[in-house]
C-alpha cells in the first residue's frame, strides 16, 4: 500500500512540474506587465528600467532556466507588486484559506450528512421535502450573492454579527457559512440518495432482523456504508473551496490564497502565480490522498484493491 | 440524544461569550474602509492612489501642497523658496520638526530623500512626476537647501508638492511597508486587520482631533457603505453610486477626474466633419442623474476649472443629432466610408456604470447613423492601444478614457495628450505644439494664455476626442465625525482635516 | 399438549404500485410446533417470503401493508407490535437467514463484531458476547476462527459467509429460525453441508426451523411438514411424505413432475460429423501486478481442457462455481482468447481464421445466457430483438420475410404473434428466455450454447423450457452445449457429460455411464449432493462421506 501512494505521489510531482512549466509559459504570453505597475504617464525609460530590473528583457528560455534553477531551491523569485519573496506570501496568505476552507467543509458535512441521513430515513416526509428544497437552493445559489444577502441582512439589519475582518470568531461566522452553504446542498442530496439506497440494502434488513434500533441501524449499520461517494463529492468541494474562496476573501477581507492569486493574476505578477499555483496543486494532492485514506478507513474491501 | 443536546448548547454558549462588542470604539479612533490594499506605502509613491491615500500628508508630508481650491502652492516641510536662476531654487525648511523615529528633520534629510526618489535600484513611482528631469541638490546649512532642476522647471514649486520627505533611516534597496515620516501620524503596524497609525505626539503643527485610525480593505463597495451604516467604520471611501442612498452621509463631490473618448483619426475617422458628428449626436445632459450622478460636470477639455491654462470660454457641445446626421451625410457623399463598423473600446474599472454609460452613448451614435461595436478590455490589453508606439494595425477606433490632473497646472496634461511627441497623443498640429512649447516655458499670464489657446483649438479645430464629464465620487462619512471630501480626496486624505461632532 | 409456537391466521399482504395493487398473500394460514421444520413451499411470486417477512416485521410499508391476519406467538400478535416489544423478538425468540450472504453482512465491519453485535444488542456484555461469538463460529465450521474475527465478509466464501449468518442468528438460541432461500446461491455440494449443520442444530437446540425454499429436494431432505404456496394462497399442507408421496392439489402434483432425473437415459446415436472442439484450452488471469504491470499471482480459470462436440448431439459441462465452465463458454463463442490451447471448428483452428470465416462460424454458433433479464435489451421490442440477428447478418433473410418468420419462431417456442410488439418487461422469466430462444434460432444455427440457461428459472418452468428446447433439437437437428451447476438437471437432457473442477475436466462420460457408474470422487460428491425429491430420514450426503 505505501507502494501505491508512492506511485501516486511520483505521478503528482509529474504532473505539479508540468502544471508550473504551462503556468510560466501561458502567464509570459500575455506581455510585459511593466504597463500595470508604472502610472499612464511613466516614460519609455522607465518602461525599460522596470523591465531589465525583473529581467522580463531576457529571451523566455533564458529566463525559464533561471527559473527552474531558482525552483530547485524553492524560490519562485519575488513579487512584483510586494516586493516580498512571492513563496512567502502565498505560505502567509495560506493557513487563511486551509482554515477557512477546514471549517467550512466540516460543518457542511457534519450537517449535511446528519441531513441527508434523516431525510433518506422517512422519504418524501415533510422533514424529506424541506430538506431538498433547502438543499438544492444552498446548491443553487451564487455564493457572491450570498454573501452580500448575509451581510445585509445579518450584520447590517440584524446586527448579529460583524460586517467583515479576520480578528474575532464572530467575524468568521459568515464567511464560513457562505462557503458552507453549496458543498452543505450538495452533500445533503449525495448523502440522501446513497443513504435511501443503503437503507434498502440487504444488510440493512439483516439488523433489523438482529433486533437493531432505528438509531442504531441508521448511524451505525447504514452510515459507514452511505458515506463513501459523500466522501468523494467532499473531497471534490474541499479542492474547490481551496481555490474558490476568492469570492468570499475578497468580500469579507480576509488575507487568503483565492485574494492573492486574483490580485496577482491582475497584475501579472508571475512570481506569485507561479508559486500559488504550485502551493495550491500540492494541497489538493494531499486532499486527494486523505480521500483515499477516508475510503480505505472506511471500505474494508478497498484496501485489497490497493494492493 | 440528551447528551447531544447538552453539548450543543454548551458551545454555543461558549462561542457567545467569544462574541466581541460592537460599536465598542474609542471616542478618537478611526476606520476607515478603502477599496484596495496597496502592495506598499512607500514615501516616494505619495502620488498612487491608493498609497498616497494613507500615506500623504498623514505619516510623510512633502516639500510643498496644492490647495485644492485654487491650485496654489502651499508651504509644508518647506517654508520658504526662491528662484536664484540656471534652474535652482534656494529653499527655507521648517524648524523644530522630527522624523517618528526621533531623526531631525534637516537639509540632509531632504538630499536623501531626493536621491532615494531618483535612484535605480528600487522603483518609486513619483519619479514619474519628474520624468526626465534630473534634480540635484546642495546643502547649505541644517535648514537651507539649494534644489536644481535639468532642465529648469517653470513649476518647480509643484515638483516640491511630489518629493515626500522620509527619515534618513529607511532602507534604500526595497519599497517600504513601514514609513516613517514627520506627518502627523506615526505608522503603527500593517496586520490581516489593516495599516494602523497612531498620533504622533512630536509633530510639529496642530495636533490632530483624531488620535489613531485603522484603514481597513473592503473591495465590495456595499460592504464598505454598509460598515458605516453599523458603526463598523468612520468613512467609506469611493463607494458606488447605486450605494450612496443616504443624502445624510453620502457626500458626492468632483474627484479630480475627467472622462473622454480619444478618437484615433483614421478614416472615417480622419474627417473633421464626422468627428464633429460624433460629439453633436452625443447628449451629455440625458446621462447626468440617470446612470451618472447629477452632480457630475459636463467637460469642455480634459482638466478640471480649477487647472491653470483651463479655458472658461469653451462651451458644451450642444446636442444635435439633426446636424450630426448632415455631416454624415455630407462626408458619405464625398465617398469617406462613414458606413465602416468603428471600435468602441473601454476599459475595466474606470467607474461605476461605465459599461451602461458607453453602451448608451453607441445608442445615440447608432440612431444618427453609425455602425459602432463596445468591446471591453481589461487594462494590460487597454494599455497597449494607448500608448506610443501605437500597434501599426490600429484601425479607426474610439477609446475610453480617464485623466486626473490634481497639480494645479495644465503642463501635466498638454504634452502627453497632444504634443506630436507626446506619448500619448493622437495629434501632429504646428501651431498646438509651439503653443504647448511657449506655455512650459513661461510664466504667469503668459503662460495661462498660451494654454488656454492651445486648449481652444484643440476643442474647436482639431476635435481629437468627445470630452464626457468632470466626473464625481461619493465617500460615506459616518455621523459621528464630521469631514468635507473635495478634488484631492480620492488621493490625499488628511486625517488632520476629521473632526468629531 | 399444545406445543404450537407459532401460529399464522388468515394473513394477507398487498403491495402498492403507484395505481396498481398486488395482493402477494392471500388469507394464508399455517402453524409450526416447537422442534419441527416446516418448509413453505412455492416458486417465485407464490408470496412464500413475504409471509416471513411479515412475521419480522420486516416488510416496507410503504408500499406493502398487511390488510388482515393475525401471528400468534407466545401470547402477542407478532403483526402488531410496537418497537420495543419488536426488539425483543427479534434476535432473542425468533431469528431469520437469508438468501444471499455477501449481501446480507455489513461489508464494512468485522465478522467477529457483527455476530458479537447479536448479543451485544439484547443485554450480552462485549466480554461475554466475544467469548461466545468464538464458540459459535467454531461450532458453525469456521476453520480458524480465532484468527479470522477480525476479517471482512467478503474475505470468506459462500458457504462459510452463510454459517456466519447462521452463527449470528443462533447465538441467543431463538425458539424459531426463519430460513429464507438459505442455499439458493450456493454450489450444491456447500448446500449439502449448510443443510446439514441446520438439522443438527435443531437438534441439539431443539429450535423450530421455517424454511421456504422453491427446492423440492431440499424439502424433501430437510422437513418435517410442507406447506404448498401458489399465487399468494396455500394450496397443499401436510406431512412431507403424504404430500410428495400422494400429492393432492394438481399443482403440486405439476411441481413433482418437474422434478428432472426421472426419464430414461438419452442414448447417444452414432457420433455424427466433429463440429466442435477444444484441445488443451487454457485460460490464465493475473492478478495482483507488481511496479511495472508485472503479475505476481495468475489464476488459472481454465488449466488444458479438451471436449468434442458432434452433429445432433447435446454436451452437458457441469461444474460449481470456480470450475471454469463460464469461462469456457466465452472462450467457445470468441468472447475471450485462450491463454493457449486451440478450438476448432469444423477442424478450423478459430485463432486462424479470417474475419469472413469467423463470421461465418458465429452464425451458426449462437448463445442463450443465464439472466434473460440481462440478456434482452429493455428498450427493444420483442421483434426487434428477433430480427437484430437478421441485421448483423445481412443477406441470410431478406426483410421482407422478418415478419412473417419473426411469428413463426415465436409460436415454434410457445408465444404468440402479438408478443412481438411488447417489450421483455412485460413478459416472465421463463417467457423472456422462450424469446432468447426464439432469438438463438433466428439464424439457423447448427449449436446453442446453453450458459445456465434454465438456473434462474422455477422448476416447473425449468422443465418446460427444457421440453422446448428437446423439441427444437429433433425439429432443427440441433446441437447443444448445455451448462449447469446443477447434476440431475443435465441428466435426462445431455448425452454425454464433462464434470469440471477448478479449471480441469475431472470426468468424462455418456449420461449413463456419469449417473450410475461415477469413477471419480469429486464426481461421486456431486450426484450424493444435489438433494434428491425423495423423503428420507438421513441425507444421502451424510452417508456419502
Same mark, same amino acid.
Given at each position: 500500500m505505501a507502494r501505491h501512494f508512492a506511485k501516486r505521489a511520483l505521478w503528482s510531482a509529474i504532473s505539479l512540474f508540468a502544471l508550473v512549466v504551462a503556468v510560466f509559459f501561458m502567464s509570459r504570453m500575455?506581455?510585459?506587465?511593466a504597463d500595470l505597475y508604472l502610472p499612464l504617464d511613466a516614460p519609455t525609460e522607465m518602461r525599460v528600467q522596470f523591465e531589465h530590473l525583473h529581467g522580463f528583457d531576457r529571451p523566455v528560455y533564458e529566463q525559464f532556466f533561471s527559473f527552474l534553477g531558482d525552483l530547485l531551491r524553492f524560490d519562485f523569485g519575488m513579487s512584483l507588486r510586494q516586493g516580498l519573496p512571492a513563496i512567502d506570501l502565498v505560505l502567509q496568505a495560506l493557513p487563511t484559506t486551509l482554515l477557512l476552507a477546514f471549517y467550512s467543509i466540516t460543518i457542511a458535512l457534519v450537517v449535511a450528512v446528519v441531513t441527508g441521513a434523516l431525510a433518506a430515513w422517512r422519504p418524501n416526509s415533510i422533514f424529506d421535502r424541506i430538506a431538498t428544497v433547502l438543499s438544492l437552493i444552498g446548491a443553487s445559489l451564487p455564493n457572491f450573492w450570498v454573501a452580500i444577502i448575509g451581510v445585509i441582512v445579518f450584520a447590517v439589519t440584524l446586527r448579529w454579527v460583524p460586517t467583515s475582518g479576520t480578528g474575532s470568531v464572530a467575524q468568521w461566522v459568515l464567511p464560513i457559512a457562505v462557503l458552507a452553504l453549496r458543498p452543505a446542498g450538495l452533500i445533503v442530496q449525495v448523502a440522501r440518495s446513497s443513504m435511501i439506497s443503503v437503507l434498502s440494502s440487504a444488510y440493512v434488513k439483516t439488523a433489523r432482523a438482529k433486533g437493531a434500533p432505528s438509531r442504531r441501524i441508521l448511524f451505525v449499520h447504514a452510515l459507514r456504508n452511505g458515506m463513501l461517494p459523500v466522501i468523494t463529492v467532499a473531497g471534490d468541494q474541499a479542492a474547490g473551496i481551496i481555490n474558490g474562496a476568492v469570492i468570499v476573501e475578497t468580500i469579507f477581507g480576509f488575507p487568503g490564497v483565492g485574494k492573492l492569486m486574483i490580485d496577482s493574476i491582475n497584475y501579472r505578477d508571475f512570481a506569485v502565480i507561479q508559486a500559488g499555483v504550485m502551493v495550491t496543486a500540492i494541497a489538493i494532492f494531499l486532499m486527494n490522498v486523505l480521500i483515499d485514506l477516508a475510503y480505505l478507513g472506511l471500505d474494508p474491501r478497498t484496501r485489497e484493491e490497493m494492493v | 440524544m440528551k447528551k447531544m443536546i447538552r453539548m450543543t448548547g454548551a458551545s454555543i454558549l461558549a462561542l457567545a461569550a467569544m462574541w466581541p462588542a460592537l460599536g465598542a470604539a474609542q471616542d478618537t479612533a478611526l476606520t476607515i474602509a478603502l477599496p484596495a490594499e496597496p502592495a506598499n506605502i512607500d514615501g516616494c509613491n505619495t502620488t498612487v492612489t491608493g498609497i498616497g491615500v494613507i500615506v500623504k500628508e498623514n505619516i510623510v508630508e512633502t516639500l510643498t501642497t496644492i490647495s485644492p481650491e485654487d491650485g496654489s502652492i502651499q508651504p509644508r516641510l518647506a517654508t520658504e523658496w526662491e528662484d536664484i536662476g540656471d534652474g535652482k531654487y534656494r529653499v527655507s525648511l521648517r524648524e523644530g520638526v522630527t522624523f517618528h523615529d526621533g531623526t531631525p528633520f534637516d537639509a540632509e534629510a531632504v538630499a536623501f530623500s531626493i536621491e532615494r526618489l531618483q535612484s535605480q535600484e528600487i522603483s518609486c513611482l513619483d519619479r514619474t512626476k519628474i520624468a526626465g528631469i534630473e534634480i540635484t541638490t546642495d546643502i547649505i546649512d541644517e535648514h537651507t537647501i539649494e534644489i536644481g532642476a535639468a532642465p529648469a522647471q517653470v513649476l518647480m514649486p509643484t515638483l516640491f508638492s511630489f518629493i515626500g520627505v522620509v527619515s534618513p533611516n529607511t532602507p534604500t534597496d526595497a519599497l517600504s511597508r513601514s514609513p516613517v515620516g514627520t506627518g502627523p501620524f506615526a505608522f503603527e503596524a500593517w496586520n490581516a486587520d489593516g495599516v494602523h497609525v497612531a498620533r504622533y505626539d512630536g509633530y510639529w503643527g496642530e495636533a490632530p482631533q483624531v488620535s489613531e485610525a485603522t484603514y481597513v480593505f473592503r473591495g465590495e463597495s456595499a460592504l464598505r457603505a454598509a460598515m458605516v451604516e453599523i458603526g463598523e467604520a468612520d468613512i467609506a471611501h469611493d463607494i458606488a453610486p447605486q450605494d450612496a442612498v443616504n443624502p445624510d452621509i453620502d457626500i458626492p463631490f468632483l474627484n479630480g477626474e475627467t472622462t473622454r473618448m480619444r478618437i484615433v483619426m483614421l478614416p472615417p475617422l480622419d474627417d473633421i466633419r464626422v468627428r464633429e458628428a460624433l460629439n453633436l449626436a452625443f447628449d451629455r445632459e440625458a446621462l447626468l442623474g440617470t446612470i451618472l450622478s447629477d452632480r457630475a460636470q459636463i467637460a469642455t477639455q480634459f482638466i478640471l476649472p480649477n487647472i491653470n491654462g483651463h479655458n472658461p470660454d469653451l462651451e458644451p457641445w450642444p446636442y444635435d443629432p439633426a446636424r450630426a446626421q448632415q455631416l454624415l451625410d455630407e462626408a458619405r457623399a464625398d465617398g469617406v466610408p462613414v458606413d465602416r463598423e468603428i471600435r468602441l473600446v473601454g476599459r475595466i474599472g474606470f467607474f461605476p456604470n461605465q459599461e451602461e454609460v458607453l453602451q448608451a452613448i453607441q445608442q445615440m451614435w447608432a440612431a444618427v447613423g453609425f455602425s459602432v461595436r463596445l468591446e471591453m478590455m481589461e487594462s494590460a490589453d487597454w494599455l497597449r492601444l494607448v500608448n506610443r508606439p501605437y500597434p501599426a494595425d490600429r484601425e479607426a477606433m474610439l477609446i475610453q478614457e480617464q485623466h486626473d490632473n490634481n497639480n494645479g497646472d495644465a503642463a501635466f496634461t498638454m504634452r502627453f495628450r497632444y504634443h506630436t511627441d507626446g506619448q500619448q497623443s493622437e495629434m501632429n498640429n504646428a501651431e498646438v505644439d509651439r503653443l504647448i512649447d511657449t506655455a512650459e516655458q513661461s510664466v504667469g499670464e503668459e503662460r495661462t494664455l498660451a494654454f488656454q489657446e492651445a486648449n481652444r483649438i484643440i476643442a474647436d479645430e482639431v476635435i481629437p476626442a468627445v470630452p464626457m464629464y468632470h466626473m464625481v465620487s461619493y465617500m460615506r462619512v459616518g455621523s459621528s465625525i464630521s469631514y468635507e471630501p473635495n478634488v484631492l480626496s480620492l488621493i490625499q486624505l488628511e486625517l488632520a482635516d476629521i473632526t468629531f461632532n | 399438549m399444545n406445543d404450537t409456537l407459532l401460529k399464522v391466521s388468515d394473513l394477507s399482504v398487498e403491495f402498492r404500485n403507484g395505481s396498481t395493487v398486488n395482493k402477494a398473500v392471500s388469507g394464508v394460514s399455517w402453524d409450526i410446533r416447537r422442534g419441527e421444520t416446516l418448509a413453505i413451499l412455492g416458486e417465485s411470486g407464490s408470496g412464500k417470503s413475504v409471509s416471513a417477512s411479515a412475521i419480522m416485521g420486516l416488510i416496507d410499508s410503504p408500499p406493502g401493508r398487511i390488510t388482515s391476519g393475525r401471528a400468534e406467538f407466545d401470547g402477542m400478535d407478532l403483526l402488531h407490535l410496537d418497537d420495543a416489544e419488536r426488539r425483543r423478538i427479534n434476535g432473542p425468540r425468533i431469528a431469520m437467514i437469508f438468501q444471499d450472504p455477501l449481501a446480507h453482512l455489513n461489508p464494512v465491519y468485522p465478522i467477529g463484531w457483527q455476530v458479537a453485535e447479536s448479543m451485544r444488542l439484547h443485554g450480552v456484555s462485549p466480554e461475554e458476547a466475544r467469548r461466545h461469538t468464538l464458540e459459535l463460529l467454531e461450532r458453525v465450521g469456521i476453520r480458524n476462527a480465532k484468527a479470522r474475527l477480525k476479517d471482512y465478509p467478503h474475505q470468506f466464501s459462500g458457504g462459510q459467509r452463510q454459517r456466519i449468518m447462521i452463527a449470528m442468528a443462533i447465538a441467543l438460541k431463538p425458539d424459531l429460525l426463519i430460513a429464507d432461500e438459505p442455499t439458493t446461491a450456493l454450489d450444491v455440494t456447500v448446500q449439502a453441508q449448510i443443510l446439514d449443520l441446520l438439522t443438527e442444530l435443531r437438534r441439539e437446540t431443539g429450535m423450530a426451523v421455517l424454511l421456504i425454499t422453491h427446492d423440492l429436494g431440499v424439502v424433501a431432505q430437510t422437513a418435517d411438514r410442507v406447506v404448498v404456496m401458489k399465487d399468494g394462497q396455500v394450496v397443499e399442507r401436510g406431512d412431507v411424505r403424504e404430500v410428495f408421496g400422494a400429492p393432492a392439489h394438481p399443482y403440486t402434483r405439476q411441481l413433482l413432475d418437474a422434478v428432472p432425473g426421472k426419464s430414461r437415459f438419452r442414448q447417444p446415436e452414432a457420433a455424427g460429423e466433429r463440429l466442435l472442439e477444444g484441445r488443451g484450452v487454457a485460460k490464465f488471469y493475473p492478478i495482483s501486478a507488481g511496479w511495472f504491470g508485472r503479475p505476481v499471482e495468475t489464476l488459472k480459470a481454465l488449466d488444458g481442457v479438451d471436449f468434442d462436440l458432434h452433429k445432433g448431439e447435446t454436451l452437458g459441462i457441469v461444474g460449481e462455481s470456480g470450475s471454469g465452465k463460464s469461462t469456457l463458454a466465452r472462450t467457445v463463442l470468441g468472447l475471450t482468447r485462450p491463454t493457449s490451447g486451440e478450438i476448432r471448428w469444423r477442424g478450423r483452428n478459430v485463432a486462424q481464421m479470417s474475419a469472413a470465416e469467423l463470421f461465418e462460424m458465429r452464425r451458426n454458433l449462437q448463445v442463450v445466457f443465464q439472466d434473460p433479464t440481462a440478456s434482452l435489451n429493455p428498450r427493444m421490442s420483442v421483434a426487434e430483438i428477433i430480427a437484430e440477428p437478421w441485421a448483423i447478418h445481412k443477406g441470410f433473410l431478406p426483410r421482407a420475410q422478418w415478419k412473417d418468420r419473426t411469428v413463426e419462431l415465436l409460436e415454434n417456442v410457445? =408465444?404468440?404473434?402479438?408478443?412481438?410488439?411488447?417489450?421483455?418487461?412485460?413478459?416472465s422469466g421463463g417467457q423472456r428466455q422462450r424469446i432468447a430462444i426464439a432469438r438463438a434460432l433466428a439464424l439457423q444455427p447448427e449449436v446453442i450454447l446453453c450458459d445456465?440457461?434454465?438456473?434462474? =428459472?422455477?422448476v416447473s418452468v425449468q422443465a418446460q423450457v427444457i421440453d422446448l428446447l428437446r423439441k427444437l433439437q429433433t425439429q432443427y437437428a440441433l446441437s447443444y452445449i448445455f451448462i449447469a451447476h446443477d447434476l440431475p438437471l443435465v441428466r435426462d437432457f445431455a448425452d454425454r457429460i464433462l464434470v469440471m473442477k477448478q479449471g480441469k475436466v475431472v470426468e468424462e462420460g455418456t449420461a449413463q455411464e456419469i449417473f450410475e457408474r461415477p469413477r471419480e470422487p469429486y464426481t461421486m460428491e456431486l450426484i450424493a449432493a444435489s438433494p434428491d425429491a425423495v423423503p428420507r430420514s438421513e441425507s444421502r450426503w451424510r452417508s456419502a462421506q
Open positions: 500575455t506581455g510585459s506587465p | - | 410457445g =408465444l404468440r404473434a402479438e408478443h412481438a410488439e411488447r417489450h421483455p418487461h412485460q413478459f445456465e440457461a434454465v438456473s434462474a =428459472l422455477d
